[in-house]
């Protein structure tokens, strides 16, 4: 049972991940190659506040979203001038960056070695000291980040985002600040990533570099890719695919060094074959491949 409650956890903080990335690539039409930057941005936000000064865990969730933001601007302003492949290179760019700072400011990240001893979550007196509240906390994470991201695309806001990702040249001829537009998505999203990364960190209790890496951000891309980007269901069923499906490999009697090599042909094979067969995904609109 335990075991079973930790996927269902990894799970609800990685729906937030794969909800935060589709407001881009699904509904803007922005494929970021930087989405575990931001969401190691709020973990690290989060740990260093509260292990070395004892901040409130709400307060460390809510400085790693604002500086999440913050990041988002920096990358956002510059990159989103440019377009298409120009536009990967260039978050491809900030997610080693990223990386890079994690983990060589010794000083205040700890490098390599990461931060032990991340204190669980407490809430108004609330304390999430169980597998059974974390759940719940994560989960009400998730739904509070697909309804965020949900409101916005269905919103007029959303039919401008969907407007450039179809033509943003003909947005733009009809008055549309398309800049405007995505750099505000790309906030919105850094945000909810950073959300993510501070409730992982409070949930494992510790970080190190490795966890916020370029395969993670390729990961969460898979599973919007594989969900089917832009619509409802898509990222959830993407996460539900490559969280859950991978672990059955834990059951075959794998060795575990062998597993984690099978995982990540899995997660290929099948980005390639959805990419080829269907573009939209399981569940989505949105043809990346057109």
Known sequence: MDYLLHILILAAIYSILAV???LLAGHAGLLAVCQAAFWGLGAYASAVLTVDYGVYFP????????LGVLASFLVSLPSLRLTDDYFVIATFGFQIIAFAIFNNW????????GIPGIPPPTIFGWRVDSQWKFLLLAVIGAVAAYIVVNRISSSPFGRVLH???ED??????????????????FA?????AAMAGSLYAHYITYIDPTNFTLTESILIISMVIVGGAGSRWGPLTGVLVLVVMPESLRFIG??????????????GVLLVVMMLFRPQGLAGQYRFGR
């Open 163 to 165: 407007a450039i990702r």
């Open 168 to 185: 943003e040249i003909f947005a733009a001829s009809l008055g549309k600040n398309t800049l405007r537009f995505k750099v505000t998505a």
């Open 106 to 113: 010794a000083s205040l990240t700890r490098g390599p070695l």
């Open 59 to 66: 307060l460390g969730i809510l400085a790693g979203m604002c």
């Open 188 to 192: 919105v999203s850094a945000a909810l």
């Open 254 to 267: 794998l060795p575990s060094a062998i597993a984690a090599n099978v995982r990540q042909i899995m997660y």
């Open 20 to 22: 935060s990335l589709d």
